[in-house]
Structures are given as C-alpha cells and as structure tokens.
C-alpha cells in the first residue's frame, strides 16, 4: 500500500484537493471490486490541523501534519490561485519536510500552477516542467533555470510530475495511475470519471501571451508593431529596416527577450488573428488565411496546426461561437 500525503497548500484550490482526494480513493474501490486489497493510504497532510482556502471561504482539515508523518511514498501539490510569489512564501513551512521526503523516496506529484512553489523548493532545478501557458512567462521571469515544456501537459522525471493546464492535473493523475497499476485501472478510472485519456497537448487552448516583461524598448517597439498589423505582409528582414538593426543582433536579442524568433512572433501573431475570426465563423477559411498576410493557404495551413494541433477547419469546429 501507497501512502499519500496531500497538502493543503496556502492558496490552493479546494476543487483539487478534493478530486485528488476522490480519484485515489476511488482507486481503492476499483481494487475492492477486483477483489484486491486497497492500494493507496490517502491523507490530507498539513501544517496546522485545520487550513483555511479562498480567503477563509472553506476549511480543509487535515488527517495529520507533517510532523506525525515520518514516511510518505506520494506527495500531491494541487493547484495555486494566483499571487504566486506570497503563496511561495507562505508555504516554506512544508518545504524541508518535502525535500526530506523526496530524498527518502516519495514521489511528488504537482498540479499545474502547483509548479512555483514546486520550483521555488530547488527540487525542479534543472529539470523540465509544464506549466500552465497563461503562467509561462511569469514562470519563464522567476526561475529562468528551469526548461518549460509546451508541446506536452505531462513531464515525468526523476520521481517528479508536473502538469500544465488547469484541469489537465485529472490527465496527471491517470498518468500516476497507469505507473502505479497498469493502463487497465487507468482506462477504468477515465471512463469512469469521464475524462480525455487521449489529451496530451494545451496547444489548442493557448491564447498567445508575447513576453514584454524586459527592458530592450526596440524588441518591445518590435513586439508591439507585428501585434498591431497582424494583417500586413512582411519579411524578418522587413522589421530589422524598420527598426534600423541588424538581423543577426537583432535575432538574438529578440529571443532573449521574448523566447521566440522573430518569424516565431509573427507567426504566432497572425494565427492568434485568425483564430479569433474562425471563432467568428462569418468568413470562409481561406478569405481568413488571406487576410492574414499568407499566399499559400497549405503553408498557413501547416504553421496553424503547428501551434494549435488542429487545421483551421477543426479549430473552427472545436470553438465556433
């Protein structure tokens, strides 16, 4: 049997506290039904006996604190609302029993935006990390030391799990299940609590959020003109005459700056154009391509499902309004 501790985390979301909670447990009555003896031990584990969420909205109280547990094998971090750096601080309390227990063998289990203060532990130093992609820029400021990963919700290293996306933490716990006792219990818990065991991308819900926290004012001048004339028709050389830089520099800058190349930014500017007029649903794609500055409907085709994982015509289906 497993033991898992979950924390009720300053500013955490009661919803992923409790549907852990409710999963793992769950888990133990699909074994009883196979007339297997339960395979986790589930507790909340706290500071204090009783945690208040929400601004004092709910009370969680937990099964024991972190003093009463010497050995832990699952460590579960849920989901943070945001001012991420107070909820940092405020939960360093936990942070040298963690470390204890991840030192001594407990896997740890971190639920999207559970991640900066995961990271803020040094336990993510070096590793890779999903986060959720309306956090990735502020993630991206304070722990640069960190690679972000974007083309999967689930990263699996050394005993540490990470997420991104808000309610992708459900894919997370199928995902610690199917390690724990096989893809059948995995599939089994999918149906049951109906969720997309297939998932395994946020790229088609992302909104692009073009990083401008930093100080060099020309890739910011840069930023803000190719987000302004998402309808225009231009070459990277184009903006390095505009803005009277050189190319290779510039590049390079830019990157730094922003964590994409110049024809990254522009790129991703004009499907984020297009993605809200297919949401529209009042022109026909190829009138929308068009618009965007592209020619060649196939190559436009190609760089949207680059970023979103679906063509346009399933974009459209997915979100039309």
């Known amino acids: 049997m497993k033991h898992v501790s979950i924390l009720p985390l300053y500013n955490a979301t009661l919803t992923s506290i ?11 009555d699909f074994m009883s039904y196979q007339n297997k003896p339960p395979f986790y031990n589930i507790e909340i584990v706290g500071i204090a006996t ?39 601080q405020e939960n360093k309390k936990y942070t040298g029993w963690l470390i204890a227990q991840y030192q001594n063998g407990a896997e740890i ?26 956090a990735k820029n502020e993630f991206k400021e304070m722990f640069p030391s960190i690679k972000v990963i974007e083309d999967t919700i689930i990263t699996d290293e050394n005993g540490i799990y990470t997420c991104g996306g808000g309610y992708s933490y459900l894919n997370l716990l199928l995902y610690i299940f199917e390690k724990h006792l096989g893809r059948e219990i995995s599939i089994l818990a999918s149906k049951m609590f109906e969720i997309d065991i297939e998932r395994k991308s946020q790229n088609p ?58 024809a990254e930014y522009i790129h991703r500017v004009k499907v984020e154009f297009a993605k809200k007029h297919l949401e529209a649903g009042r022109k026909t794609v190829n009138e929308i391509i068009y618009e965007t500055g592209y020619n060649d409907t196939d190559a436009f085709r190609k760089v949207f499902k680059k970023y979103t994982d679906l063509t346009p015509v399933e974009y459209r289906k997915k979100y039309t309004t």
């Not at 289990?109 to 309306?134: I, N, P, Q, R």
């Open 205 to 262: 819900y992302v909104i692009f959020i073009g990083q401008k926290k930093h100080e060099d004012e020309v890739v910011l001048k840069a930023q803000e003109w190719i987000e302004n004339n998402p309808t225009e028709t231009y070459t990277v050389d184009d903006i390095c005459d505009k803005f009277n830089v050189g190319r290779r520099t510039f590049e390079r800058r830019f990157r730094k700056c922003t964590g994409n190349s110049i």
């Open 109 to 134: 289990v971190c639920l999207c935006v559970g991640s900066f203060y995961l990271a803020s532990t040094g336990l993510l130093d070096k590793k890779e990390c999903a986060v959720h992609w309306a």
């Open 18 to 28: 409790d549907s852990s909670h409710q999963l793992f447990s769950r888990i133990n």
């Open 50 to 88: 009783d945690t208040k969420l929400s601004n004092g909205l709910y009370t969680i109280r937990s099964d024991k604190t972190i003093e009463q547990v010497k050995k832990t094998d699952v460590i579960v971090l849920p989901l943070l609302c945001s001012n991420f750096k107070r909820a940092i």
